[in-house]
DNA sequence: AGCACGCCGACT
DNA sequence: GTCGGCGTGCTC
């Protein structure tokens, strides 16, 4: 692929297909499905309204149907509305959903007695929209319907309305008795109605001053609403001025906006060439264009950060409504309700904001689409990214996905004419690309003990000589990422677990970063009892930091990652530190890759490139170009072009030959190539099957039966089962299937079937992830 | 998800 | 003899 640069690249198509497109399934008909062309189709969303006062309602439980009820007619809720329904002994909310036309027919040749809906709530009813969106994701993801709409409910009682809270108000009259302290307290609520609470400590006197002012006639009581409303963003405000590529690209997608049609639409350039500007635009055009139209960015979780929506405030006059998994349970209730209310117009989130209740989403940014962040590996598993596109795709929106190095999956999806392009080159301020160039390991070997290359140490000496900062990065946190017994040989790991835990010299423990667990450094090896045989080996960012100090005794090296030991602040003071100068030499994990610009930094030193490479998942060497090309990056600034040093022991690998040429669109090239000649994703889909057990015996026969059981179907390929490569995490073992098909199969109508053909094993659990990423 | 039903160990 | 463990199954 090759982008024109201003120019949309791919052939026009008006499908609105995705390669998420899937059928609705229908059991006994696997021939015709498994073979089944893409073409997503509706899925039933119309009401079956013969049958007068009866509704279906979805609860936001682990179940894959909706269940009947009976309503009063007269004001049967709509579709989307939420009520409360006696459910099994207790009561339970769900909402209206449209009924199972199948699932209707079956049931009225049998007498059923049916409860009735207890209470409809006055809450909006969900967007019809979303309503087919949970519906479909559901089938695709193969979740329970129930499990997806928990995702949207997940905001306790939000639905409910405010929770009114009691404040006082002034009446603007003075009571004829006054005293200063009725004064200092008809002064604090002067500006906004307050509670009893903040009105005494503001005014440094007692609650009892406020009530008794009430009852003077100074004071008013009043409901207030607690979740205040949002900013609406300012959509005439004047952005900045765009360059060439931008406008051209603003321009391409406000046409698409205005046509109200679904595209996937790739904006793909550098760092600093400009892409949230050229969103920011397709939003203002999206927001003009209907007053109730609602716009989603979406952020990887680490990129969701105060700068960014500092950022949009700068640009709309207005806060957007954020929404990510550090927001306390009020701001939560704020964002969600005012979103269902239709009254955020903005929302920027993380990958669940996807699930917001949005009355009338028209837009949906996805930033940095090629994040491994948004694919979802615990509870419901979901890609953020797929699931967004898709729901563009039904509901009749744009999406926009912006990375400077798009996933292979979207570029394939250009290549093949189903998503526009519109490239942008150049940075910002006309500063230039990294020199990068790579350290061969096996030629330029450091010393024992030791991490860094005589070449990448001389390059730092030039640096710190002319006063400029290095970035030495190190995806690998702690001090060493195995501890051995030098005697016995014993590797530590967690209990229960097939983890190495890492040494954390800052608070000398050994830490496990897949479970948590930790434990003091032992002096004594827990097997063999030799006393202090216990041995870091290989380095983490604090033992590359302990060799930095070493040989610059007097440069100015700080340590960067997510644990940096004392906390979280931290973290933020040295990237200040790091942006205002007062830092030499920063050694850091990929926390430091994301969103930050220091203008001082001309030197970025990779010391382990080969560590993403290990372990060979399919996109091992994807994630690898993406992670150093967006380190590499770092390095540079308008007057000074900055260079970048990798260090490697493969320095014939393709990925790091074209990270050093700079030559993206060869790599992916020749990664296409790669997938397809394995038929792999994009080129087929491919399903993980693992299955869990405490009972290694009883997982082992599971697995083996399952994989006995698959039907043979053409083009369809079962691997394994296999042991995950962490075989034993908190004392569960876990194996895996994985099933590849062509891309023409019907993956998930495959998998149903296979699923009834397997006899479920006590103690064994099962859970699939359509499109996997991780392999752990 | 809850919650009940149901079938096997350590207690009054 | 009962209290209670959590495996299995159901909820219109």
């Not at 997503?40 to 269940?67: C, E, I, M, N, Q």
Request: charged share 25%; hydrophobic share 40%; glycine share 8%.
């Amino acid at each position: 692929m090759r982008f024109a640069h201003g120019l949309p690249v791919g052939r026009d198509r008006n499908s609105a297909e995705t390669d998420l497109g899937i059928k609705r399934t229908s059991m006994n008909k696997m021939q015709q499905l498994l073979y089944s062309d893409d073409t997503p189709d509706a899925l039933a969303t119309k009401t079956a309204d013969d049958t007068g006062h009866r509704v279906s309602v979805l609860f936001p439980l682990p179940l894959p149907k909706a269940y009947d009820y009976l309503c009063d007619s007269a004001d049967k809720p709509p579709i989307g509305s939420f009520v409360a329904a006696p459910f099994g002994p207790r009561e339970v909310v769900g909402v209206v959903w449209p009924s199972d036309d199948g699932e209707r027919a079956k049931k009225k040749s049998k007498v059923q007695k049916l409860k009735s809906i207890n209470q409809v709530y006055d809450a909006q009813p969900l967007a019809a929209d979303l309503v087919d969106f949970i519906d479909w994701a559901a089938e695709y993801t193969m979740y329970p319907k129930g499990a997806m709409l928990r995702m949207v409910m997940r905001v306790k009682d939000a639905f409910e309305g405010p929770r009114m809270q009691t404040a006082f108000a002034a009446t603007g009259e003075k009571p004829a008795r006054m005293t200063p302290q009725r004064e200092a307290v008809l002064a604090a609520a002067s500006t906004a109605p307050q509670s009893a609470g903040q009105l005494a400590s503001a005014a440094g006197v007692s609650e009892a001053v406020v009530r008794g002012l009430v009852g003077a006639g100074g004071l008013l009581k009043v409901d207030v609403d607690p979740d205040p409303p949002f900013i609406a963003p300012d959509l005439l405000r004047a952005g900045p001025m765009l360059s060439g590529d931008q406008q051209y690209a603003a321009d391409f997608v406000a046409t698409i906006i205005e046509r109200d049609e679904h595209k996937g639409i790739l904006i793909d350039g550098v760092t600093g060439s400009g892409k949230t500007e050229v969103y920011f635009a397709a939003v203002a055009a999206a927001l003009s264009k209907d007053p109730d139209a609602q716009a989603l960015i979406l952020l990887p979780e680490i990129a969701l950060t105060l700068p960014f929506l500092e950022r949009v405030e700068e640009r709309f006059g207005a806060a957007p409504a954020p929404w990510h998994s550090e927001l306390t349970g009020a701001q939560r209730r704020r964002t969600w309700r005012r979103v269902a209310e239709g009254q955020a117009r903005l929302v920027v989130g993380a990958r669940s904001a996807l699930f917001l209740p949005f009355p009338k989403l028209k837009l949906i940014v996805v930033d940095e689409e090629h994040d491994g962040a948004y694919k979802q590996e615990e509870g419901v598993i979901y890609h953020a990214r797929d699931l967004a596109v898709a729901r563009g795709a039904r509901a009749g929106f744009p999406v926009l996905l912006a990375s400077a190095t798009p996933s292979l999956e979207t570029v394939v999806n250009v290549d093949e004419g189903r998503y526009e392009a519109v490239g942008l080159s150049g940075r910002f301020n006309d500063a230039q690309m990294p020199d990068i160039s790579l350290i061969d390991m096996r030629d330029d070997t450091p010393d024992a003990g030791k991490w860094l290359s005589p070449k990448l140490v001389e390059e730092v000496d030039k640096n710190l000589s002319v006063n400029e900062q290095t970035l030495l990065f190190l995806n690998r946190r702690g001090y060493a990422p195995l501890t051995l017994c030098r005697r016995c040989g014993h590797k530590m790991t967690a209990p229960g677990s097939d983890t190495m835990l890492v040494e954390h010299r800052f608070e000398n423990r050994l830490v496990c970063h897949h479970t948590g667990f930790s434990m003091p450094k032992p002096s004594v090896c827990p097997v063999c009892k030799a006393v202090d045989s216990l041995t870091a080996c290989g380095p983490g960012v604090e033992r590359v930091a302990e060799e930095a100090k070493e040989r610059w005794p007097n440069a100015r090296i700080e340590v960067l990652s997510s644990d940096t030991a004392p906390g979280p602040q931290t973290m933020r003071a040295v990237l200040d530190a790091m942006k205002a100068g007062e830092i030499d030499i920063l050694i850091a994990t990929q926390v430091a890759a994301k969103g930050h610009h220091f203008p001082n930094l001309t030197l970025v030193g990779v010391v382990d490139a080969d560590l993403g490479l290990a372990g060979g998942d399919l996109r091992a060497a994807e994630r690898t170009y993406q992670l150093l090309s967006q380190v590499t990056g770092r390095a540079g600034r308008a007057e000074k072009p900055g260079r970048a040093m990798i260090q490697t022991y493969q320095a014939d690998a393709s990925v790091l030959k074209a990270l050093a040429s700079g030559d993206r669109d060869a790599f992916l090239a020749a990664e296409a190539m790669g997938r397809q000649e394995l038929g792999f994703p994009p080129y087929g889909r491919l399903a993980a099957v693992m299955l869990r057990s405490p009972d290694e015996a009883a997982l082992d026969r599971a697995a083996n039966a399952m994989r006995a059981a698959a039907p043979l179907a053409d083009g369809v390929e079962i691997l394994g089962p296999a042991r995950a490569p962490i075989y034993r995490l908190r004392g569960i073992a876990r194996m895996r299937l994985l099933v590849k098909t062509r891309r023409n199969v019907n993956l998930q109508a495959y998998l149903i079937d296979w699923l009834k053909r397997t006899k479920p094993q006590s103690g064994v659990r099962i859970t699939l992830d359509i499109n996997p990423y991780s392999f752990m």
